[in-house]
């Protein structure tokens, strides 16, 4: 039956109404319209290798059975990543609500006032919780949040600091090595020296522009970081502190001791691991330094009726208006997430989060003394979560790791004889039991049994916190499921998503995000996975990144794809450090110029400045299109140091452009590498694709293609497809092994990015299979080209293709109104 088909579902027009939508259109058939649109020399000469589709019922039954593979263990790896309780009403009102996750980016503040008040919610709790004066409403992950302090630390030299060339970051060696190793990936470019070191041992010098120390640390000790703040401060050299949130509403807060800025994740607020992401990460610094914040940051502000609003502000400062200037490439962030962990803090209150931090920190201790009790010792005395156990002589490491894995329990093996134990909000009295009967075994001991857990502090005194905290009333007036259930209903009214009427964005595709491909979000078997678990523990995710990856390079025409790159930006960034690696293998690591049309999105120059290209910026003629003719000549004067051309298909202003194979062809001849932004890809799939057209990789926004919902502004993925002689440095990890066999550092936390939403994406490729992608596209331009026809007599098309037919989009001519 027709109505068993999803793309029966997820189509707008229905089959009947196509040939009236086509006669307005002016053609015979969507082929014809097809055919006027898309260059002839492009267009695929097969249908896409992709199987049938499955209905939603089959998929339902068959992503039970991917998911029955992973296997959830109690899992105390820690190293960034905790599990958590979603409070019900978050869940429900919030992660399952078509009306939070299929909003649009706030731009347009009028129809934004719910979401951006929860935003506005997450900014407070981290500025509180961290004693800073501003914060944004969040960023992609904490490696990446550690890779921008780094960046903002960067560009507030003075003229004299940078005209003397001051460039050297210290690093603690206490951090996490996923959050060290993409803070190394970004410096390289931009010539930032990393050096690295305890923190108590190191000189600091007329180089150091700034530091990253981790509290509490990797390891999870806590130390005194003032003296060291102090003397960074007096020689010049500003401090970032990675942090966790949970753990200071018991420990004095970074603000409180000098710190510059405080960033960390938001996931133990609520937000399930999945395997890795996504989940919100936060930035807070002081006032002085607004300008040079990167992301979104929500202000207040009032209306024309002098009532308070809200809206985006200093947006200035971003890559959609200072583009090559912009302080990020940042775009796309963790909207969604963000909103879910403020809403936590609403939900549970001061009160409430220093009660789940007493607990947690309470079981880790008693976890602490009983081991003593054992004969093994505790590396360190002050500690929140996470102690460090050091193994006696007696005991083998690997009795205990047989143990615990038959037990279904993972610990963190980081030595021969060294375990690290970090507890979460999760814990309870049998878990304790079963951690020390498993060390006590080991060492021939009987352990004791512990029948309650005592939340008192355990580390020294003149680390905890005194000043309050979440004091605001939003974090007071919620503690019954039903307040929060009308105040989330409250704010979601003030909102327009895909649940009161369609966005007209055409290169975010604001398509439907079916409840079949989101309903596994919410499952234990992917979001209680942690990201460093043994592979054979997530052979569901694993069978399915494979599918996945198998069905994008069908799709794209390419010979491998990574999935590590969490949004669109960090998909540019990561193709161009691609090919920034592979102009080094050929011993041409001095092609440093990326050429991009000057109709690019505004990330296109801003990651290029990121990867350490020098943009130069190709002129459009009188038709919106690319200038051959300046592309040439561009190409052609900067060929012995041409790197890449960054380009967008179909171009940002809506047309297939006749010449784009000629203009590849003109970057290869000149010694360069194509990147293809794929944010229009929602045009392409099953009609053509970024090889067939001359690409050498290409991001594809799976927010905007692939049906992952856009969250108000996240989660994003933006994994990048690349042709052969690139697969070897797709991008790696340095806990689980990945990528390629010379593959460039990480670029994300972790090492298969945002996973648990990568089932949406998959959802989507299944139940559309090949003619149902290829079907979705044609659509897209179709009803493109009908709005076209429809609105054209009255403001006009600014531009049109060959033959006067738009892509999926179109820019209206609205220069005649006032």
């Excluded at 990144?545 to 390419?558: A, P, Q, R, Y």
Aim: hydrophobic share 40%.
């Amino acid at each position: 039956m027709a109505t068993e088909k999803f793309i029966y579902r997820h189509n707008g027009p229905r089959d009947e109404e196509i040939p009236f939508i086509l006669e307005k259109i002016g053609v015979s058939s969507v082929e014809e319209l097809i055919s006027q649109t898309v260059p002839s020399s492009i267009r695929l000469k097969e249908p896409l290798k992709i199987s049938s589709a499955l209905t939603e019922r089959q998929y339902y039954r068959r992503i039970h059975d991917i998911a029955a593979k992973n296997k959830v263990f109690e899992t105390y790896i820690g190293m960034g990543y905790y599990d958590t309780i979603t409070p019900a009403v978050i869940l429900r009102n919030i992660l399952e609500n078509p009306s939070w996750y299929t909003s649009y980016t706030p731009y347009q503040a009028e129809i934004s006032q719910g979401r951006l008040e929860a935003l506005l919610n997450f900014q407070t709790m981290v500025t509180d919780l961290t004693a800073m004066e501003l914060a944004n409403a969040s960023l992609l992950d904490e490696a990446t949040a550690a890779a921008e302090a780094m960046i903002m630390m960067y560009n507030l030299r003075s003229r004299a600091d940078t005209k003397a060339g001051k460039n050297v970051l210290f690093v603690d060696e206490n951090i996490f090595p996923q959050t060290f190793e993409v803070v190394k990936t970004r410096s390289v470019p931009l010539g930032i020296e990393v050096q690295t070191g305890n923190f108590k041992d190191c000189e600091l010098n007329e180089k150091t522009f700034g530091c990253i120390i981790q509290y509490p640390a990797a390891d999870g000790s806590i130390e005194d970081y003032k003296e060291f703040v102090e003397c960074a401060h007096e020689k010049g050299s500003l401090v970032a502190v990675g942090t966790d949130l949970m753990s200071l509403a018991l420990l004095t807060p970074p603000g409180e001791w000098g710190a510059d800025i405080v960033f960390g994740t938001s996931q133990r607020f609520g937000v399930p691991m999945g395997y890795g992401g996504p989940h919100a990460a936060f930035f807070a610094t002081r006032e002085k330094y607004k300008r040079t914040l990167p992301g979104r940051i929500i202000g207040i502000t009032k209306d024309r009726q002098d009532n308070i609003a809200l809206r985006m502000a200093l947006q200035t400062r971003e890559q959609h208006i200072k583009r090559e200037r912009a302080t990020s490439n940042i775009c796309t962030a963790q909207a969604l997430l963000a909103t879910m962990a403020g809403m936590y803090a609403v939900y549970h209150g001061a009160e409430g989060i220093k009660r789940i931090a007493l607990n947690i920190h309470g079981i880790a201790g008693i976890i602490a003394g009983e081991l003593k009790k054992q004969d093994y010792k505790i590396a360190f005395e002050n500690f929140f979560d996470t102690i460090k156990i050091i193994l006696p002589d007696s005991v083998s490491i690997s009795d205990i790791k047989k143990q615990a894995l038959s037990e279904g329990i993972n610990f963190n093996y980081i030595s021969e004889k060294e375990i690290g134990i970090s507890i979460d909000e999760t814990t309870h009295i049998q878990n304790i039991n079963d951690i020390l009967n498993i060390f006590a075994t080991a060492n021939n001991k009987t352990a004791n049994v512990i029948n309650d857990c005592d939340a008192k502090i355990y580390f020294d005194k003149k680390f905890e916190r005194t000043s309050e905290f979440l004091t605001l009333d939003v974090f007071k007036n919620y503690r019954s499921e039903t307040e929060m259930m009308r105040y989330i209903k409250m704010l979601e009214r003030k909102d327009i998503s895909l649940t009161h009427s369609m966005i007209p964005l055409g290169s975010c595709t604001m398509k439907l995000n079916s409840s079949t491909s989101m309903l596994p979000l919410s499952w234990i078997e992917f979001g209680g996975i942690h990201p460093f678990v043994p592979i054979d523990q997530a052979a569901g995710y694993h069978e399915l990144f494979k599918e996945l990856s198998e069905d994008l390079s069908v799709i794209t025409g390419f010979e491998d794809v990574s999935l590590q790159p969490n949004s669109g930006a960090a998909g540019e960034y990561a193709g161009l450090m691609v090919i920034r690696e592979y102009h080094k293998a050929n011993g041409e690591d001095h092609r440093n110029i990326v050429l991009i049309p000057s109709s690019a999105h505004g990330t296109n120059p801003a990651s290029g400045v990121m990867a350490g290209m020098k943009v130069i910026v190709v002129e459009c003629d009188e038709n919106g299109n690319i200038n051959v003719g300046d592309l040439r000549k561009k190409a052609e004067e900067h060929k012995e140091i041409l790197s890449s051309f960054m380009v967008t298909y179909p171009s940002t202003h809506g047309v297939f452009e006749e010449a784009i194979m000629e203009m590849c062809e003109i970057i290869h001849q000149n010694g360069g590498q194509v990147y293809m932004d794929g944010a229009n890809m929602n045009a392409q799939v099953g009609l053509t694709n970024p090889a067939i057209i001359g690409a050498d990789v290409c991001h594809l926004n799976l927010h905007k293609t692939f049906g992952i919902p856009h969250g108000g502004g996240g989660p994003g993925v933006g994994p990048i497809g690349v042709a052969k002689h690139l697969v070897a440095y797709l991008p790696g990890h340095p806990v689980i092994k990945s990528g390629g066999e010379k593959a460039i550092p990480a670029v994300a936390a972790a090492p298969w990015g945002s996973a648990s939403v990568l089932t949406i994406t998959h959802a989507y490729i299944k139940m559309l299979g090949s003619e149902g992608l290829t079907d979705v596209t044609k659509m897209a331009i179709v009803n493109a080209n009908y709005l076209a026809s429809q609105l054209k007599p009255y403001f006009g098309i600014l531009y049109t293709g060959t033959n006067g037919r738009v892509g999926h989009e179109m820019i209206l001519e609205c220069r005649n109104f006032k």
